[in-house]
């Protein structure tokens, strides 16, 4: 396991607050600044191509993976990923083959998945109050192991970002016209799925099930509103993120606050999507 | 049984049915598209025009078999699509510029347009005079605007095979005129075959080198002037349209170099 301290460290010069002198706070800050970039960027991708339910699906799927590693004896980090990919990619799969709508397929195997978790899960009492945990989420219990996963993620959804953005652009905008036109749409949208998938899982770690949907979302969503580009949109994105984890993580270590970590991002990132609506009406009162 | 002379066919329908939700929708189509043409595929609604174009795509199921020549090196041969009244999302922040670049730009757009890229998307605008559009967000486009900008994105391809579906629906009589007289020329230089759906009979009479008159069956194929007669009308359309054959147009949607319309006060009539 490689030495983390040193970015710690520089991490608590860089911001220094009394709150970012502690290890937990530091290794939060640093979960955090891998995390909202990633959900940024998905989130461009999920809010372009409507799939907000699908990361919603995802998401409450958490019970059933840690469920399904007390079943085989493995530990919810791998269980929780692995059943997370295995419902997205089968999610497309379902969506590709059948004709019922892209809502009621993402709906059938939300409930599959979230009732199997809940079964599992409610018939051990310990267990249930420990899954407390993945409601809420929290980003200040997250260990040095689960960074240096976060930085995997991190640099494969770099490559999926450099490679495929233009593809997936093509594929929100018309999935026929994109096959057409020689887009292997069946390989996004799986490679897509089973990514989007980690990242809503790691994500569950820091902002729970119940506001891991809201991450991918709202910063995306201000983005839209800010932009006027694609390339607009994507940085926009990252910006409101990354500002917004930075900030509701200091918030909420002060005393006076002493709100939920994940709660508190996710207000500021709809502040600055409250803000975003400035310049659209103001476009809308120059166009008249 | 359709003949697939590779010279002169660019594609061949060999007893093709579809049948969607136990309905049938096409029922042993055989006919076949000259290479090089402007082939028009007509008929009235539900009369499964769309679902042709589809299974030509490739993307639905269906019995029978389509068969599409190749290019001279051998290779597949490539395709232009333009979708009827494409249905996307408008409020997706995406420029002009940014939609022709995106299938041919390896960089990820998010670090912006390259130069070359620029300087192709510009080149296709100019080529659908649409030169002006190049900054403007998609969804702020109009109809007539749209089409030409999805036209752009179609010729990127440098189709062997442009298909349209219904390309001026939703657009005014006069965005019609010069989307058919823009694609014309378009033809004439590049050399693509064109295959069109279309409901509007003045479009194909003008614009038409081969029709396919359609209504789940092949009611009628081959020139414009062998094809639009009032018995295949009244067989595809129904008694109201049978008395209007190729001479008695009942719409038209464009007056190209091969018709000799006028347009007086927003009227079309035959010369």
Same mark, same amino acid.
């Given at each position: ?12 010069t860089?911001?220094p607050?009394d ?8 290794r939060a ?5 891998l995390?909202a970039?990633?959900t940024?960027?998905m989130?461009v991708?999920?809010v372009?191509?409507r799939m907000?339910f ?6 409450h ?6 469920a399904?590693g007390?079943l085989?004896?493995?530990?919810p980090h791998?269980?929780m990923?692995?059943?997370g990919?295995?419902v ?8 590709r083959?059948?004709?019922?709508s892209?809502d009621t397929?993402?709906g059938?195997l939300f409930?599959?998945?979230t009732?199997f ?5 409610s018939?051990?009492?310990n267990?249930?109050?420990?899954t ?12 040095d192991?689960d960074?240096?996963q976060?930085a995997?993620?991190?640099l494969?959804?770099t490559?999926?970002?450099v490679?495929?953005f233009?593809?997936m652009?093509y ?6 016209v994109?096959d ?6 069946a390989?996004?949208?799986y490679l897509f ?7 809503v899982?790691f ?6 099930v119940?506001?891991v949907t809201?991450?991918?979302?709202v910063?995306?969503a201000a983005?839209r509103n800010?932009?006027r580009?694609?390339?607009?949109m994507?940085w926009?994105?990252i ?14 270590a002060?005393?006076w606050a002493g709100?939920?970590t994940?709660a508190t991002?996710?207000l500021?990132a709809f ?7 400035v310049?659209?009406?103001l ?6 | 049984m359709?003949?697939? &002379? *590779?010279?002169?066919?660019a594609i061949?329908f &060999?007893?093709l049915?579809v049948t969607?939700?136990g309905?049938?929708v096409?029922e042993?189509i055989?006919?076949q598209i000259?290479?090089?043409g402007?082939?028009?595929?007509v ?10 174009l #589809? ?6 199921p269906?019995?029978?078999?389509v068969?599409?020549g190749?290019? !001279? ?9 333009? @979708?009827q ?7 997706m @922040?995406?420029t002009v510029l ?5 299938g041919v730009?390896r960089? @990820?757009?998010?670090v ?13 605008l100019?080529?659908?005079n *649409?030169?002006?559009?190049a900054s ?7 109809g ?5 900008? #999805?036209? *752009?994105?179609a010729?990127?391809q440098q189709? &062997?095979?442009?298909?349209l579906?219904e390309p001026?629906a939703?657009v &005014?009589?006069r965005g ?6 823009l694609?014309?020329?378009l033809?004439g230089?590049h050399g ?5 759906v279309t409901?509007?009979l ?10 396919i ?6 009611v009628?194929?081959g020139? !414009? *002037?062998?094809t639009?007669?009032? @018995?295949?009308? #009244? ?5 109201? #349209?049978?008395g209007a054959g190729?001479d008695?147009t !009942?719409c038209c ?6 018709g ?5 006060d927003?009227e079309?009539?035959?010369?």
């Amino acid at each position: 396991m490689p030495d983390l301290s040193a970015v710690f460290s520089i991490l608590g010069t860089l911001i220094p607050l009394d709150c970012m002198q502690t290890g937990f706070m530091q290794r939060a800050l640093a979960g955090l600044l891998l995390l909202a970039p990633m959900t940024a960027m998905m989130g461009v991708q999920v809010v372009n191509m409507r799939m907000a339910f699908f990361s919603d699906a995802i998401s409450h799927s958490a019970f059933a993976g840690i469920a399904l590693g007390l079943l085989f004896s493995i530990h919810p980090h791998w269980s929780m990923p692995l059943l997370g990919v295995a419902v997205g990619v089968t999610i497309v799969a379902i969506q590709r083959r059948s004709m019922l709508s892209s809502d009621t397929v993402i709906g059938v195997l939300f409930a599959a998945v979230t009732a199997f978790g809940l079964a599992m899960v409610s018939r051990d009492a310990n267990l249930a109050r420990d899954t407390q945990v993945f409601l809420y989420g929290d980003i200040l219990t997250i260990t040095d192991f689960d960074l240096i996963q976060l930085a995997g993620l991190f640099l494969v959804l770099t490559v999926f970002e450099v490679v495929g953005f233009n593809r997936m652009l093509y594929l929100s905008l018309n999935q026929t016209v994109a096959d057409v036109h020689r887009v292997r749409t069946a390989l996004w949208q799986y490679l897509f799925a089973a990514l989007l998938a980690l990242v809503v899982m790691f994500s569950v770690w820091a902002m729970g099930v119940l506001l891991v949907t809201a991450m991918l979302i709202v910063p995306a969503a201000a983005a839209r509103n800010l932009a006027r580009s694609a390339f607009g949109m994507f940085w926009w994105a990252i910006v409101i993120s990354v500002t917004s984890a930075v900030a509701g993580l200091l918030l909420s270590a002060q005393d006076w606050a002493g709100t939920a970590t994940g709660a508190t991002i996710i207000l500021i990132a709809f502040m600055w999507f409250l803000i975003s609506f400035v310049p659209v009406v103001l476009r809308r009162e120059r166009s008249r | 049984m359709c003949r697939h &002379d *590779a010279a002169s066919t660019a594609i061949c329908f &060999d007893g093709l049915s579809v049948t969607l939700g136990g309905t049938t929708v096409l029922e042993n189509i055989t006919a076949q598209i000259p290479r090089g043409g402007c082939t028009c595929i007509v008929g009235p609604n539900g009369a499964g025009k769309t679902t042709l174009l #589809m299974a030509l795509l490739g993307r639905i199921p269906c019995e029978g078999e389509v068969r599409i020549g190749v290019r !001279p090196d051998g290779s597949k041969v490539r395709i232009g699509y333009v @979708p009827q009244m494409m249905a996307f999302d408008r409020g997706m @922040p995406v420029t002009v510029l940014e939609f022709l670049s995106m299938g041919v730009q390896r960089r @990820p757009l998010w670090v912006g347009i390259s130069s070359s890229s620029r300087r192709h998307a510009l080149e296709l605008l100019n080529m659908v005079n *649409a030169a002006h559009l190049a900054s403007r967000r998609l969804g702020a486009l109009s109809g007539g605007e749209f089409q030409r900008v #999805m036209l *752009a994105l179609a010729l990127q391809q440098q189709p &062997d095979l442009l298909i349209l579906d219904e390309p001026a629906a939703g657009v &005014d009589f006069r965005g019609g005129q010069l989307f058919c007289e823009l694609l014309e020329n378009l033809r004439g230089q590049h050399g693509f075959t064109q295959v069109m759906v279309t409901h509007d009979l003045g479009l194909v009479t003008n614009h038409a080198t081969h029709v396919i008159l359609l209504n789940r069956r092949i009611v009628a194929e081959g020139s !414009p *002037a062998t094809t639009l007669t009032p @018995p295949n009308l #009244m067989a595809a359309f129904g008694a109201h #349209m049978g008395g209007a054959g190729i001479d008695q147009t !009942p719409c038209c949607g464009c007056s190209g170099s091969n018709g000799e319309h006028h347009e007086e006060d927003g009227e079309v009539r035959n010369a």
